[in-house]
C-alpha cells in the first residue's frame, strides 16, 4: 500500500482508507524483533508558530502553486533552485541534508497533513498537537509521555525515561513518566556539596523540586564531554535560530546515543510564524529551515551506529494560507507537512492525498487542505518503534482517536 | 501537581503580601509588622502617586527615550550600519553574507557604529530593574509584569522593537495598570512596537488607494491576536470572518517611516490611503466606516465584552492565586471587571481583599523574571547590579526579558518552570548570586528577615549547618520557601 505521490490522483485518498483497515489486521510491530538487536529511538521536534508547508516542501509539480503562492514559491529554475524529491515535489534548498537523505531512503514526507484542529489559534493549536486531545483545554501531560507511559513497566524504553531539551518542559513530553532535561547553556557551576545539600532539602520539603533537580543534574552530567564543555556550546537564548537548533541537536543526540540515555526526546523550536517578508529558496524561513537541517544532522552524526534505528519527526500546529498574504507572507492556515528522517524510516517518500490547490479544493477557500491526520503518522510511528497496539494508542495516547488508524509502514 | 510539603498549611500572611503579590522581602523589611496588616501594607502602594510609572524626572531615568525618538535612533543606526557595510563590501569587493544578525559571518564583519538599538534596551532594562528593586512591596510591579506579559511584544522581531519595547512598557502599560483596561488596550493597539510587532504596520486595505496601486493588501496577524489573547480569548466565538473583517478595519494603523512623508518618523500615524473603505462587522455588529474610528470603535466594545472579563479575570486569578484558580474567585473578579467598566484599581483591590489570596498554599513557582528580581532584592542591589548578568540569567533560565517566543507571553504555570533544566540553572544562578554577594553578614538573619518566622525546621537547618556563608546564602536562594509564591 504505498502512497508513494508521483502522479496525484483522486483513488489515493479511497486507497488510504481501504488500506488502514485491510492491514489492520495483518499489522505486526517492528518492535516484535527483539532478537536483532534493535535498540529503536523517537526524537520529535516541535516546530511552534505554524510551519508553511507549501514552502517547505513545494509541489512544483502543480500548475496552480506558483500562482499562489507568488514571488516565495519554490521552483526547479532560477538562482536558488529548490531540490527535487520527486517528480512533483521539491524540498527548500536550505534543506540539503535532509534532501540526501531522501535520496538514501531515510526521510520522508507526510504532506497536506492536519491534526484534527481546524480553528487557527497558535497556541490551542499547540496544545492539541502536543497533548493529542481531540481538542482545545487546558491540557497537562503530552502523547509522547503518555506512550513512554504507557510501555510496559520495567521495559528498557519506559526505565530510562524521556529527554526534553531547552530551559521549559515542551508540553509533548510533559506527564507521569519521567523525563531528563537539558539545554545548550553555560554558566559556571557551582560543586557537588551545594546540590547535595539543596536536593537534600528539596527531599525533605519539596519533591516536586527535589525531582526536576536531580534529573537537571543527571542531564548536566551526561551531556559534558569533551565536546559540550561550554567551549564550544556558545550560551543560548530561546531555540528560534539555526545556531541553537544545531546546538540542542548535538547535546540530545550525545545524551541519546549512550547506551543508558534515553531513547525518546522531545524538542521544541521557535519561529515559525512567517507573516511579513516569509522568504521562500532563501530568506527567513530558509534560515530557519537550515537550522532544522542542521538539527537533522547533528542527530545522524552524534547517534552514529544508534542512526539505523532511529526516527525523528518533526510536527506544526497547522500550515499556512496557500496564497500569500498582503505583505509577503502567509497567514494561519490548515494543512502542512510532517517531516521524517532517520535511519529507520522508510524513506524516499512523499506520502500524500494530494487535495490539489484550485480555489473549489482549498480548505475554507484559503488553506492547503489536511487530508491526512498527523495523529495517524505519529501513532504509526509509536507502533512500529515500541510496539505500542492501536487500541492503547487510540484511547490512552491520544484519547477518543480510534477512527484515526495508524499510518502504516513509515519504519523500514 | 501534588502540593509541596512546605506550603501545605494556611500560608503566612507577611509572605503572602511579599511572595504572592510582591517581588520578596529585602534586607530590613519587618516581617512581623507586615504580617500584622498585610492588606494594609498592599494597599499603602496602590495609594502612592504615579507609583507605576518610571519617573523621567528622576535623574538615573534621565537618558531614557520616548518611542518615537528611540526608534528614529534606531532607524539612523541601521542607515550608519548599512552605510557602513556598503563601504566596506565596495572595499573587499565581497558579497555579505545573508542579513543574520546571528550569523557568524555577520559578527565577523561587525561595523565600529555604536549599536544604539542593545544600549537603548539595556538603559530601559536598568530603570526596569531600578523600579523592581526599590519597590516595596512590588505588587504594582508585579500588574505591570503581568500586563506586560499580556500584551507582549518581542525584541527579536526587529531592531525597532528592540529600540522600542521598554519605551513601550512605560507609554502604553504603566499608566494605566491601576487605570482602565480599555484605555490601556487602546494604548497598546496604537503603539508603534505593538503595530510592528503583530505586524499591522505593513498590512494594507486591498481596496485603498495604497493597496490597488501597490497589489498588497491585509495582514491578519494584529487582528487575530487582539481578539484571541488581548480581549475575548480563544474559543470565544468569533470566526474568521470576525477576524478578517477586523483586520481590514485596522489597516491604516501603523508607524511613520524614515522618510517623514506621513508623519514624524516613528510615531504612531493612521494612514487613510492604507485603510480599507467601507464599513465592516465583528461579532454581528457593523462599523460604518470612520478611518481610525472605525477600528476604535471595535476595540472600545471588545475591551468590555462580557468574554474579555472572564478572560482577564481567569488570567489574574491564575497569575496571583494558583494554576487552576478558584472559580468563585474567577467569577467574582469578572463581576467587578465588567461593573466597574474595567477599572484595574478596583480589580487589584478585589484581589488583596480575596479571602483564597489568604489562605490558598503557596504552591506556585516563581517565574523567572519573578525570581531573579526576588534574589538581587535579597542579595541587595549593590552587588553586581548592572543589568547585562541579571538580563543573562533570564535568558539562560528561558525567560528573556521582553522576548518571549509567541504572542501569548511567557507560561504562567508551575509546570512550565518546575522543570529539570530550569532547577539546574537555578542551582547555577544561586551560587554566583551567593559569590558574588558584597557582605553576606550571618545567612541565619538573613533567613529571619527574608522568610521570616514561618520557615520550615529543614530550610533552618540546612543554612546554619551550610560550611560557608556564600553556601548558606545560596541554599536560601533554592529554598523551597524562596523558590515558591
Avoid at chain 1, 78 to 106: E, I, Y
Avoid at chain 2, 449 to 474: D, N
Wanted: hydrophobic share 45%; net charge neutral; glycine share 10%.
Amino acid at each position: 500500500m504505498s502512497l508513494l505521490c508521483e502522479t496525484p490522483t483522486l483513488s489515493r485518498r479511497a486507497m488510504l482508507m481501504t488500506g488502514g483497515a485491510l492491514f489492520a489486521w495483518a499489522y505486526l510491530p517492528r518492535f516484535a524483533r527483539a532478537a536483532d538487536k534493535r535498540d529503536p529511538r523517537l526524537i520529535v521536534i516541535v516546530l511552534r508558530g505554524a510551519l508553511d508547508g507549501l514552502s517547505t516542501v513545494g509541489p512544483v509539480g502543480d500548475a496552480d502553486y506558483a500562482g499562489l503562492h507568488g514571488d516565495i514559491a519554490l521552483s526547479l529554475s532560477g538562482a536558488n533552485p529548490a531540490l527535487p524529491l520527486d517528480g512533483f515535489f521539491a524540498v527548500n534548498p536550505a534543506m540539503p541534508v535532509f534532501a540526501r537523505l531522501f535520496k538514501a531512503g531515510q526521510a520522508a514526507v507526510v504532506h497536506a497533513a492536519a491534526t484534527g484542529y481546524r480553528d487557527r489559534s497558535h497556541f490551542d493549536g499547540q496544545d492539541v498537537l502536543e497533548s493529542g486531545l481531540p481538542g482545545p483545554g487546558n491540557p497537562t501531560t503530552g502523547w509522547l509521555n503518555r506512550g513512554l507511559a504507557s510501555l510496559p513497566a520495567g521495559e528498557r524504553v519506559a526505565k530510562l525515561g524521556g529527554l526534553a531539551v531547552g530551559p521549559s518542559t515542551p508540553l509533548v513530553i510533559r506527564g507521569a513518566a519521567p523525563v531528563l532535561g537539558w539545554a545548550p547553556q553555560a554558566l559556571p557551576t557551582p560543586g557537588d556539596a551545594l546540590a547535595e545539600r539543596v536536593l537534600d532539602l528539596y527531599n525533605h520539603r519539596d519533591p516536586i523540586l527535589a525531582a526536576a533537580l536531580q534529573k537537571g543534574l543527571d542531564a548536566d552530567r551526561m551531556a559534558m564531554g569533551d565536546q559540550l564543555d561550554g567551549k564550544t556550546m556558545k550560551p543560548k537564548g530561546g531555540l528560534d535560530n539555526a545556531v541553537g537548533m544545531r546546538q540542542s541537536a548535538q547535546g540530545a543526540a550525545r545524551l541519546m546515543a549512550a547506551d543508558d540515555g534515553p531513547r525518546i526526546a522531545a524538542l521544541a523550536f521557535d519561529g515559525w510564524d512567517t507573516h511579513v517578508n516569509e522568504g521562500g529558496a532563501t530568506g527567513r524561513l530558509a534560515n530557519l529551515l537550515g537550522g532544522l537541517d542542521g538539527a537533522f544532522e547533528e542527530f545522524e552524526k552524534g547517534l552514529g551506529a544508534r542512526w539505523k534505528d532511529t526516527a525523528v519527526v518533526a510536527i506544526t500546529e497547522f500550515g499556512r494560507t496557500a496564497r500569500i498574504n498582503g505583505t509577503v507572507g502567509t497567514d494561519h492556515g490548515t494543512g502542512t507537512v510532517v517531516l521524517l528522517a532517520g535511519g529507520a524510516i522508510k524513506g524516499g517518500r512523499v506520502i500524500a492525498d494530494w487535495p490539489g490547490l484550485k480555489p473549489a479544493q482549498l480548505y475554507e477557500g484559503r488553506d492547503l487542505a489536511p487530508t491526512s491526520d498527523v495523529r495517524a503518522v505519529l501513532k504509526g510511528l509509536l507502533a512500529d518503534q515500541f510496539g505500542l497496539s492501536a487500541a492503547v494508542l487510540g484511547d490512552k495516547v491520544f484519547p477518543d482517536s480510534a477512527g484515526v488508524k495508524p499510518m502504516r509502514d513509515l519504519v523500514a | 501537581m501534588a502540593a509541596p510539603v512546605s506550603n501545605s498549611v494556611r500560608p503566612d500572611p507577611a509572605l503572602v503580601a511579599l511572595h504572592r503579590f510582591g517581588l520578596g522581602a529585602r534586607p530590613g523589611d519587618e516581617l512581623g509588622k507586615i504580617a500584622a496588616d498585610p492588606r494594609g501594607y498592599l494597599r499603602a502602594e496602590l495609594k502612592q502617586q504615579d507609583i507605576a510609572l518610571i519617573s523621567p524626572d528622576d535623574p538615573r531615568n534621565a537618558g531614557l527615550l520616548d518611542s518615537t525618538a528611540a526608534i528614529q535612533a534606531s532607524m539612523a543606526a541601521a542607515m550608519e550600519r548599512k552605510a557602513a557595510r556598503d563601504e566596506k563590501a565596495a572595499a573587499t569587493m565581497q558579497p555579505m553574507a545573508a542579513d543574520d544578525p546571528a550569523g557568524p559571518a555577520n559578527a565577523k564583519a561587525k561595523p565600529a557604529v555604536p549599536r544604539v538599538g542593545a544600549d537603548i534596551y539595556r538603559d530601559e532594562a536598568q530603570a526596569r530593574f531600578d523600579k523592581a528593586l526599590a519597590a516595596a512591596p512590588g505588587f504594582v510591579e508585579r500588574l505591570v509584569g503581568f500586563w506586560s506579559n499580556h500584551f507582549c511584544v518581542s525584541v527579536a522581531k526587529a531592531p525597532v522593537v528592540r529600540a522600542s519595547a521598554g519605551a513601550f512598557e512605560r507609554e502604553a502599560i504603566r499608566p494605566f495598570v491601576l487605570g482602565r483596561f480599555a484605555d490601556m488596550l487602546l494604548a497598546v493597539e496604537h503603539h508603534p512596537a505593538m503595530l510592528f510587532y503583530l505586524d499591522n504596520q505593513q498590512s494594507i486595505g486591498p481596496d485603498s488607494r495604497a493597496g490597488k496601486r501597490r497589489g498588497r493588501g491585509l495582514n491578519e496577524n494584529l487582528a487575530r491576536e487582539i481578539l484571541e489573547l488581548h480581549t475575548l480569548g480563544v474559543g470565544s466565538g468569533y470566526a474568521q470572518t470576525d477576524v478578517t473583517s477586523f483586520a481590514a478595519m485596522l489597516t491604516g494603523w501603523t508607524m511613520a517611516g524614515r522618510e517623514g512623508r506621513l508623519g514624524e518618523p516613528g510615531s504612531f500615524v493612521f494612514n487613510a490611503n492604507a485603510h480599507q473603505p467601507g464599513k465592516a462587522a465583528l461579532l454581528g455588529k457593523t462599523y460604518p466606516d470612520g478611518g481610525m474610528g472605525q477600528a476604535e470603535a471595535a476595540l472600545n466594545d471588545v475591551a468590555r465584552h462580557p468574554a474579555t472579563a472572564r478572560h482577564i479575570a481567569t488570567k489574574l486569578a491564575r497569575h496571583f492565586i494558583a494554576d487552576d484558580p478558584p472559580p468563585e474567585a474567577v467569577a467574582r473578579l469578572a463581576s467587578v471587571f465588567t461593573k466597574t467598566d474595567g477599572d484595574l484599581r478596583s480589580i487589584a483591590l478585589t484581589l488583596i481583599d480575596m479571602p483564597e489570596a489568604w489562605s490558598t498554599p503557596l504552591t506556585k513557582l516563581r517565574s523567572p523574571l519573578d525570581y531573579v528580581v526576588a534574589l538581587r532584592r535579597a542579595v541587595g542591589a549593590t552587588a553586581g547590579n548592572e543589568p547585562q548578568r541579571s538580563l543573562r540569567w533570564l535568558s539562560v533560565l528561558g525567560e528573556p526579558l521582553w522576548q518571549s517566543p509567541g504572542p501569548n507571553g511567557f507560561s504562567d504555570s508551575t509546570d512550565a518552570w518546575a522543570s529539570a533544566e530550569g532547577l539546574k540553572t537555578r542551582l547555577d544562578i544561586a551560587w554566583q548570586a551567593a559569590k558574588q554577594a558584597d557582605d553576606i553578614g550571618d545567612p541565619d538573619e538573613m533567613l529571619a528577615s527574608l522568610i521570616g518566622a514561618s520557615v520550615s525546621a529543614e530550610t533552618r537547618q540546612a543554612i546554619s549547618r551550610a560550611e560557608s556563608k556564600q553556601q548558606g546564602l545560596a541554599l536560601l536562594l533554592m529554598a523551597p520557601e524562596f523558590q515558591r509564591r
